[in-house]
Antibody, heavy 117, light 110 residues
Framework: EVQLVQSGAEVKKPGESLRISCKGS????????ISWVRQMPGKGLEWLGR????????TYSPSFQGRVTISTDNSISTAYLQWSSLKASDTAIYYC??????????WGQGTPVTVSS | QSVLAQPPSASGTPGQRVTISCSGS????????VYWYQQLPGTAPILLIY???QRPSGVPDRFSGSRSGASASLAISGLQSEDEADYFC???????????FGGGTKLTVL
């Protein structure tokens, strides 16, 4: 059974750094891209970017380029989304999903991130 | 402002048929397949329709999708109370080189 299991909720202060994770199981992690999707409180879905675990090639939405970094550790079948300096506007639920196009066939359960002073 | 346009809300009574529209441009829906996601309250989205009109295993055949030109639609027949959820359309956008979503439609079963 394909599963994407994400790390737990985070509460951070503005300016702090953060890395959240997404562990894949039940399939060959290196074959499928991983995408990250944001959902701000009460809002819709926004695609942040994607990574090809086989070669770590990444692409980002223009809206998020330079704001976040996507990476993987294939030895533990885990993808990461990280920020170097959080803002209050980063408060949202972040989902990882399998595949790098609009056909997002499996989703993680989501990681709530709260940024508040 | 989402790249793909959806009505913010839709409603129907049990047993009715409802449709949700999704409008885009030649850069996304006009040239790429459309996908639909269902998000039940407090849960992660799930894939409902892929490649315009295909259902993943486990999705009831009450759900159907279609695409024409730069628009697409999701139809739900035999509406049930458990269909009350948010529905999002998505497609690849060639001008942005990324995935774009609709703003979502909140379906209420009256």
């Amino acid at each position: 059974e394909v599963q994407l299991v994400q790390s737990g909720a985070e509460v951070k202060k503005p300016g702090e750094s953060l890395r959240i994770s997404c562990k894949g199981s039940g399939y060959d992690f290196t074959i499928f891209w991983i995408s990250w999707v944001r959902q701000m409180p009460g809002k819709g879905l926004e695609w942040l970017g994607r990574i090809d675990p086989s070669d770590s090639y990444t692409t980002y939405s223009p809206s998020f380029q330079g704001r976040v970094t996507i990476s993987t550790d294939n030895s533990i079948s885990t993808a990461y989304l990280q920020w170097s300096s959080l803002k209050a506007s980063d408060t949202a639920i972040y989902y990882c999903a399998r595949r790098g196009d609009a056909h997002l066939d499996y989703w993680g359960q989501g990681t709530p991130v709260t940024v508040s002073s | 402002q989402s790249v793909l346009a959806q009505p913010p809300s839709a409603s129907g009574t049990p047993g009715q048929r409802v449709t949700i529209s999704c409008s885009g441009s030649r850069f996304n829906i006009g040239s790429h397949e459309v996908y639909w996601y269902q998000q039940l309250p407090g849960t992660a989205p799930i894939l409902l329709i892929y490649n315009d009109n295909q259902r993943p295993s486990g999705v009831p055949d009450r759900f159907s999708g279609s695409r024409s030109g730069a628009s697409a639609s999701l139809a739900i027949s035999g509406l049930q109370s458990e269909d009350e959820a948010d529905y999002f359309c998505a497609a690849w956008d060639a001008s942005l080189s990324g995935v774009v979503f609709g703003g979502g439609t909140k379906l209420t079963v009256l």
